[in-house]
């Protein structure tokens, strides 16, 4: 398979509140098993501001001496500049396929965006990965911005989380001139940006269903489109089932009701969020999209 497919994995924690290693390395292994190039770690739906840095150090340490998990894309983003190029030193000590910075929110910095990330490249000794995601940090970038910020030449790609069809295509016609990676970042478009010449996707569901994502970028790349729609047209309705208003302890909670991680602790909502009708509504969705769940 040509395309990238990242599974944007949630940080599992156990009840009492710690980080659960052994449930990391399960989705991560689940992950590589579906056929999927990797994962990327300590993002959004890794709750990344949640993770202290003994318990990073913790995960890429165990990380760096297992098998049989694909590639590994790790979260570096901070509220500073300054706190990013900490976290990707340390992270350096360890194996990975890259890093992925997303800019921080203008009331923490407000330095310029390219510079910023140029920086971070420039102190990098693998890709780095420009995760944009507006609703995030509420930064609007130009594609004219952000063809600039993929002319470094550390920058491994974008994930374009913008959910924005008209950017999507001005950076898809920049590609024909410009070397650069496109990695779609929304679950609900996947077919379509792979088909229109999207270099991967990196989806926050790809943890849940890894083997769905991996799927339908087979179908495109072998000219099964319909199939791919229709495929993609159930992943939206797991989504819906699944997330709705509780997107990481939602996830949690379906993945530990498949067995994969062994709580559905989370540190950016509350546990009382899942109400026990919240509950058997997931867990009747893992019965009915089980098919595509594994």
């Known amino acids: 398979m040509n395309k990238k497919i990242y599974a944007a ?159 999507r295509k001005e950076l898809l016609s920049c590609k024909k001139d410009k070397n650069f990676a496109i990695f779609e970042g929304c679950e609900w478009a996947v077919d379509e940006a792979l088909l229109l010449g999207c270099d991967g996707a990196v989806c926050g569901i790809g943890a849940l269903a890894p083997r769905a994502l991996s799927r339908i970028a087979e179908m495109v790349e072998d000219g099964k489109f319909t199939e791919a729609r229709d495929l993609q047209y159930e992943l939206i309705k797991l989504f819906h089932a699944v997330y709705g208003t509780t997107s990481w302890i939602g996830q949690k909670y379906a993945l530990k009701t498949l067995g994969v991680i062994s709580s559905e602790q989370c540190r950016i909502q509350p546990f009382d969020m899942l109400s026990l009708e919240r509950r058997k509504e997931i867990e009747s969705a893992m019965e009915k999209y089980y098919d595509i769940l594994v």
Not at 75 to 91: A, F, P, Q, R, V
Request: include cysteine; hydrophobic fraction near 40%.
């Open 9 to 167: 994995s949630v940080t599992p924690f156990s009840a009492n509140d710690t980080i659960d290693i052994d449930s990391m390395l399960n989705i991560l292994k689940r992950v590589a098993a579906a056929k999927c190039t990797g994962s990327f770690i300590f993002g959004t739906m890794g709750e990344w501001a949640q993770i202290t840095p003994y318990e990073r150090i913790a995960v890429l340490k165990a990380i760096d001496v297992e098998k049989n998990i694909g590639e590994i894309l790790v979260g570096i983003s901070e509220n500073s500049l300054k706190m990013t190029l900490l976290n990707m030193e340390k992270s350096m000590s360890y194996k990975s396929a890259g890093f992925v910075v997303m800019l921080p929110n203008m009331r923490t910095s407000q330095l310029d965006a390219v510079k910023y990330f140029h920086t971070v490249c420039d102190n990098s000794d693998r890709p780095v990965y420009f995760y944009y995601a507006p609703v995030n940090n509420n930064i609007q970038l130009s594609a004219e911005q952000l063809m600039e910020i993929a002319s470094h030449k550390n920058c491994g790609g974008i994930k374009n989380s913008a959910c924005n069809i008209a950017l």
